[in-house]
């Protein structure tokens, strides 16, 4: 269903108090409608997905996926966990002058969060993800003289390098704390000492896993289709319409997006055809994984590298007769987690180390993130009539919609994140 078909059904289902609104559009709406419909589907290019990924704890190793289901948020099970460094020694005021601190931890800036891998352990007939394995890839088991003063394993669910939690835990005795990454906040659910002393042990400082639970985060800036702030880039007739309706009504009909842990956007796509030319920087035949550009959907058939930055919107084949819509919104700008060794938890050497300044040289493509290079494409989908629809390896995608420039990425205060190893303060 197009977004002006919700908007009339939504419109008839309002209160008394707004009946006048409903009189007073109809007509704008059917026009806008008789446009819509007469736009045939006219892709300009066509794609072929090649991998899905999600990962279920931000910043771990992600699992690759036969086929992913659209989500409120993103692919149902992607970063739903997060982890949050503590700082005992924060000095708060008032009520919170002896509560500890929380850092969301992103692999940018801890590149150990990479000897951390996750895979889903299915069960049931309808073969359906029931834990979250987590595996500790490194050297050590944590139990050496880095692993500070955290107990070992004390329960079925953990060995030294391994450990397990349920997709969608029990809520009842957990309690919430609140946590913030890039500046939305939001209640997070902590998983309690028996896994935050796993991932503590492993990374030699205090660690507190989190769940998002039923919470979500606000998207900052115009990058969220359905924000307010989104409005003026809409195309017409739907930024006529929307416009012209009051805030409440608005919310009402198609709210803003929202986030869990994903950092910006509901999903990452990136190409095939984009990640072969950096593997082209690099000699003697390397090549560069495309999962350290932590995407939600590889495609291959683009008509050459990094001709996604100026992709409006995916059409995905779902089955014969059904598809969904993917706005891409904004570009995704490379922090430090790029340069990572899957092996050692560090840069790597030679090439690979340094792909994030090759990149830099000349992929510093958006205005809005001037210092650091782009690859990739952030994108949304959220319309009611999309969820539970999943998307195959191998399916059918095609580019329906196109920018004539490079759009300018506009979350707040983001500007020199990821630039290096340390953190900007």
Not at 136 to 161: A, E, I, L, V
Not at 340 to 348: L, R
Request: charged content about 20%; proline content about 5%.
């Amino acid at each position: 269903m197009s977004s002006e078909a919700m908007l009339l059904q939504h419109l008839f289902n309002l209160d008394h108090k707004s009946t006048y609104l409903s009189i007073a559009l109809v007509l704008t709406i059917i026009s806008g409608l008789l446009l819509s419909w007469r736009m045939k589907f006219k892709p300009l290019e066509k794609l072929k997905v090649e991998a899905l990924y999600i990962y279920p704890v931000k910043g771990l190793r992600g699992c690759s996926l036969p086929k992913a289901t659209v989500g409120q948020y993103g692919f149902e099970g992607d970063r739903t966990f997060c982890l949050q460094k503590v700082e005992h020694d924060y000095t708060g005021t008032g009520s919170d002058s002896k509560s500890p601190k929380y850092e969301t931890m992103y692999i940018g800036y801890h590149l150990r969060l990479a000897l951390f891998s996750t895979c889903l352990e299915i069960e049931g007939d309808e073969r359906r993800a029931s834990n979250i394995l987590v595996t500790w890839t490194g050297s050590g088991d944590g139990t050496g003289s880095d692993s500070g003063n955290f107990s070992g394993p004390d329960s079925d669910n953990q060995t030294q390098n391994q450990t397990r939690f349920p997709v969608k835990p029990d809520l009842t005795a957990l309690k919430t704390i609140e946590v913030s990454l890039h500046g939305s906040p939001t209640l997070a659910y902590d998983m309690g000492d028996e896994q935050a002393s796993f991932f503590s042990r492993h990374l030699g400082f205090d660690v507190r896993l989190t769940y998002i639970g039923p919470n979500s985060r606000a998207v900052l800036g115009s990058i969220a289709p359905h924000s307010k702030d989104a409005i003026p880039e809409s195309s017409w007739p739907w930024r006529f319409i929307r416009a012209r309706l009051p805030s409440f009504i608005n919310a009402r009909i198609l709210p803003a997006e929202r986030l869990v842990f994903n950092d910006i956007a509901h999903y990452l796509v990136v190409t095939k055809e984009s990640n072969d030319q950096v593997s082209s920087r690099f000699a003697n035949g390397q090549v560069m994984d495309v999962t350290k550009f932590r995407p939600n959907i590889v495609v291959s058939g683009s008509s050459g590298p990094f001709a996604e930055d100026y992709w409006a919107e995916l059409t995905f084949t779902v089955s014969d007769n059904t598809r969904v819509k993917m706005p891409l919104t904004a570009n995704c700008y490379r922090c430090q987690s790029i340069t990572v060794d899957y092996a050692t938890g560090k840069p790597c050497e030679g090439d690979q180390g340094q792909v994030w300044k090759k990149l830099n040289k000349d992929r510093r493509v958006d205005k809005g993130a001037k210092y650091s290079p782009v690859f990739g494409r952030y994108g949304f989908c959220s319309t009611p009539t999309d969820l539970g629809k999943a998307i195959h390896v191998g399916a059918e995608a095609f580019v329906t919609k196109c920018n004539a420039e490079h759009t300018v990425f506009d979350w707040p205060n983001l500007t020199s994140f990821g630039t290096s190893q340390q953190k900007v303060v």
